[in-house]
């Protein structure tokens, strides 16, 4: 029911923005949404109820929010940083209240009838998801690997053919085969290396699934220029907030263990665990 | 970046205050619960966004005080980015060729002096 398409709008129209979605509680109800920015633009962060769930809402200027602005808008680094950490930071603030199922990043209804009455339609999947994070939280989890050291200080015996008492002459025959021998050399180990690492990141992952409610592995990033350590592991858990320390633990645990750099980041809202399991 | 908060018991709040861009775009821009809006905002999936934007560096901040602001340079992020490397290229050889004159000059005068000095020894 996407009523887009090219709809005659006044240039003071405005839209509704939905951040989140929880229960109609009284605490929800209450909740004090006052020093919450929300999106640029927009008006005071406030609450919208909905039957028995109540949405975090902001009124917005409709025309900063059409699919043409939030083209340019995703391809400017600062342009989708400040509006990402906008909406992170209201669905954080909702879930600080109760638990609170987070919308993704510009879900825009016309007006407020045209929001309550989707949720409404949708209200059993709402609450389906409210209860499978009730009293959870989602914790990122990035295994790193030491990068490979430069070629030059892999061991001698990676080079097959260092001759006689090892006195490099000038290039001699088969200075080219040396040459490629070492090449290889390094590729293997490199190689050996990178499946050591797999395997680090495959057995922390096996082990943190262990206590959680929920896993989903999420790509993992390249490593940016100058950066000597390779991302191995993205993944990010559903972790019962009883287990919390049971994860610090583990983890702790895992470091000294494996020698590999493990980052922990959270408690966050459960993001990754609202969507049809 | 391990910004914990031990809080005990009740809902788990805020993600850390210092989290980076790209996990959170991870995960605000995941489809979740899939939802209709009313207007249709085509948001590229995270991997495509991390193409463009190259966004895996830890965070803003942190690439900052690393120097690496990379992104605002790189020619295939922007059409200025690209314009900017022939300049800088342009920037760089003439700084170069500054240097190596001066070096040369430097010298030259060097062995001027030690030329006096050592009675012709260059």
Not at chain 1, 56 to 82: C, H, M, N, Y
Not at chain 1, 86 to 91: P, R
Not at chain 1, 126 to 136: E, N, T, V, Y
């Amino acid at each position: 029911m996407t009523h887009s398409g090219p709809r005659a709008q006044a240039p003071d129209a405005s839209a509704t923005y939905v951040f989140a979605v929880g229960r109609d509680t009284r605490a929800m109800k209450t909740a004090d949404l006052t020093g919450l920015a929300g999106m640029p633009g927009g008006e005071r962060v406030r609450l919208l109820t909905c039957g028995t769930l109540t949405a975090v809402v902001q009124t917005v200027p409709a025309a900063d929010f059409t699919d043409e602005v939030w083209q340019l808008r995703l391809s400017d680094r600062q342009e989708i940083e400040r509006y990402a950490r906008a909406h992170h930071e209201v669905v954080s603030a909702a879930a600080a209240i109760g638990p609170a199922v987070p919308l993704p990043l510009a879900t825009l209804y016309h007006d407020d009838e045209r929001a309550r009455r989707v949720l409404d339609d949708e209200a059993a999947r709402f609450h389906g998801a409210l209860k499978r994070i009730a009293h959870h939280a989602e914790w990122g989890v990035k295994v790193y690997a030491s990068h490979a050291p430069p070629e030059r200080q892999d061991p001698a015996q990676n080079r097959p053919v260092s001759t006689g008492a090892g006195r490099r002459e000038a290039p001699a025959a088969g200075a080219g085969l040396a040459y490629l021998n070492r090449k290889r050399g390094v590729h293997e180990g490199r190689e050996r290396r990178r499946e050591e690492a797999m395997n680090v990141a495959q057995s922390v992952d096996a082990e943190l699934r262990e206590i959680a409610a929920a896993a989903r592995r999420l790509r993992t990033h390249d490593a940016a220029p100058g950066e000597q350590r390779v991302h191995t592991l993205n993944a990010t858990y559903l972790i019962a907030a009883d287990r919390t320390d049971e994860l610090m633990r583990m983890t702790t645990a895992l470091r000294e263990r494996t020698g590999a750099q493990i980052e922990v980041s959270g408690p966050w809202v459960p993001y990754s665990f609202v969507g049809e399991v | 970046m391990t910004d914990l908060d031990f809080r005990q018991g009740g809902q788990p709040v805020p993600g850390p205050t210092t989290t980076n861009l790209a996990d959170i775009l991870e995960r605000v821009l995941d489809k979740g619960i899939v939802i209709a809006g009313d207007i249709k905002i085509d948001l590229l999936d995270i991997e495509l966004l991390t193409i463009r934007l190259r966004l895996f560096v830890a965070s803003v901040d942190t690439a900052k005080k690393a120097g690496i602001d990379w992104w605002e340079n790189d020619p295939a992020l922007s059409s200025r980015a690209s314009r900017n490397a022939l300049e800088d290229e342009n920037r760089e050889l003439r700084e170069r060729l500054d240097a190596l004159e001066a070096a040369t000059e430097t010298q030259a005068a060097r062995d001027d002096e030690s030329g006096k000095k050592e009675d012709g020894q260059t």
